[in-house]
């Protein structure tokens, strides 16, 4: 068993009101830890159909992140887990500054920051040929934008400890059909390394990790037959693997690991 020495640890996690998905499976493990968990998300509003929601597929993973994190908090509650939960829009500069002074206000600090919340398209227009200004816009408000403030506003209310971890993707240096959403990736990888050099003099570390084909609810079953044969190991990734290695980056053990994109895809686009 790996003592990751978070006990009493305040961790910040954003994205995390699909309990299936990497934000709310990585607050579970951090309560698990021992640590204060603050999960930060902003629900997002895409049809789907109410009858298709009980399996994997788009249907379900629309109907989850469209909701709150109760089903996340009813998890946390069960574990006697100390914790805040602040619905929130990251993009906006004045909105980040609030949940930091909230989340400073009850705990004094935040020890570890994880910026999993993203954004992407879903009508097909992340093309050359198709891209809108409004898609370019939503993408990198959240996905850069957002990210950038939200470290900012952890190195301004830096404390004894520090670490941040991004979430990227496995393919963001080529993503053909999505290119905003992988352009955003590549950015936030960039800034990873970029920042990781700014604050080493604070003995804080950035680093990011960059998952594969993760059953977060929008795989089904077809499309995972198409999905696995590409994945060297054969199997999809599940958020836990994801949780896994953001609870050693943020641990003392990862204490010299800095500016590193780490993926973990099984193999996946490497």
Request: proline residues 2%.
């Amino acid at each position: 068993m790996i003592d990751y020495g978070l006990k009493n640890k305040v961790a910040l996690i954003t994205g995390a009101n699909n309990p299936q998905g990497i934000g709310a499976t990585t607050a579970i493990s951090f309560a698990r830890e021992g640590a204060k968990v603050v999960l930060v998300y902003k629900k997002i509003f895409r049809q789907f159909d109410k009858n298709k929601i009980d399996k994997n597929g788009v249907d379900k993973y629309y109907a989850a992140n469209s909701g709150n994190a109760d089903i996340v908090e009813s998890q946390l509650k069960k574990m006697n887990a100390d914790y805040i939960i602040l619905e929130s829009d990251i993009s906006d500069e004045d909105s980040v500054k609030k949940i930091y002074s909230t989340v400073i206000e009850q705990y004094g600090r935040i020890d570890i920051l994880i910026n999993n919340a993203a954004v992407d398209d879903e009508n097909g227009f992340d093309t050359i040929e198709k891209i809108t200004k409004n898609v370019i816009d939503e993408t990198f408000a959240v996905n850069v934008r957002g990210n950038i403030l939200m470290m900012r506003e952890f190195i301004k209310n830096r404390g004894d400890y520090g670490r941040i971890i991004n979430i990227s993707t496995d393919a963001a240096q080529i993503f053909a059909g999505q290119i905003t959403y992988g352009a955003s990736k590549a950015t936030l990888e960039a800034l990873t390394r970029s920042i990781a050099l700014e604050v080493a003099k604070y003995g804080i570390t950035v680093n990011c990790v960059a998952p594969g084909p993760t059953q977060t609810g929008w795989i089904d079953e077809n499309l995972e037959k198409n999905v696995v044969p590409l994945i060297p190991l054969r199997k999809l990734i599940q958020p836990e693997d994801i949780a896994d290695t953001i609870l050693f980056l943020a641990s003392e053990q990862a204490r010299m690991i800095t500016g590193q994109v780490i993926k973990v895809s099984g193999g996946h686009a490497i």
